[in-house]
């Protein structure tokens, strides 16, 4: 269960009055998270800052308060707060910048958080180095199909669809060689395709029609070779 949520409606209530002073009177130490620091206004719990944010904010026992300040601390709590279930998610594995934003946007939408948070957030992943298209394409391209075989085009397809965009796929795929990874899949199939239905597989995977032809009669012709070879 989490001990925090993203919006609260607590520091609204936290004097009956409009024109009360607000005064912060207590910082307590996050339970479940130390990291952050829960702050009491008026002897209530108001909103919850990273340890970082209440240094840089100022944030400190007997320091009053306006309406306007308390509006900011709330936001910078949605941030501190959304910013680092972001980041625990983007260290899982390399994510490129779209999914970080489709990420991002899911959660936007399910807290009824503003928008403009996702940009915030984006930006400081990157300030940080944690977001970067070249490095995610490297790492999808070394992990996808490494040893059963995939075609240039179906990554090139896949890439777009997470937002790399073809100029910078093209450059990340280098010389990688359709011919190889063709051989890879023929090697898997051959036992369970005729020579037909294994172009046919093939073409269906993004290779070309040609190019399959002739490595496919290559293949066979080769493992035919070998197979008598062995008698």
Not at 8 to 17: E, F, I, P
Not at 78 to 85: I, M, N, P, T, V
Not at 92 to 111: A, F, G, M, Q, V
Not at 190 to 207: N, P, T
Request: with cysteine.
């Amino acid at each position: 269960m989490e001990i925090y949520k993203l919006t609260d409606s607590v520091s609204d209530r936290v004097s009956g009055k409009y024109d009360e002073k607000l005064i912060v009177t207590d910082l307590r130490q996050g339970i479940k998270n130390p990291n952050r620091v829960n702050v009491f206004v008026n002897g209530r719990f108001s909103f919850s800052l990273d340890v970082s944010q209440v240094v840089e904010m100022g944030v400190k026992k007997g320091r009053e308060i306006d309406r306007e300040q308390l509006g900011e601390f709330k936001k910078a709590s949605e941030f501190g707060k959304l910013y680092q279930r972001t980041l625990e998610w983007t260290l899982l594995r390399p994510h490129s910048e779209r999914e970080i934003y489709d990420y991002l946007k899911k959660k936007i939408y399910d807290k009824k958080l503003d928008k403009d948070l996702i940009e915030r957030i984006i930006d400081r992943l990157k300030e940080k180095g944690y977001i970067d298209d070249e490095k995610f394409a490297q790492y999808y391209i070394e992990n996808r199909f490494v040893k059963k075989g995939i075609s240039r085009k179906r990554l090139k397809m896949e890439l777009k669809k997470k937002g790399v965009n073809e100029t910078l796929a093209e450059m990340v795929l280098g010389e990688r060689s359709d011919v190889d990874e063709i051989k890879k899949i023929v090697q898997r199939k051959q036992k369970k395709y005729d020579k037909e239905k294994l172009i046919a597989y093939l073409c269906r995977q993004g290779f070309s029609y040609e190019l399959v032809k002739e490595v496919v009669e290559e293949e066979l012709r080769d493992y035919s070779s070998s197979a008598s070879d062995g008698l």
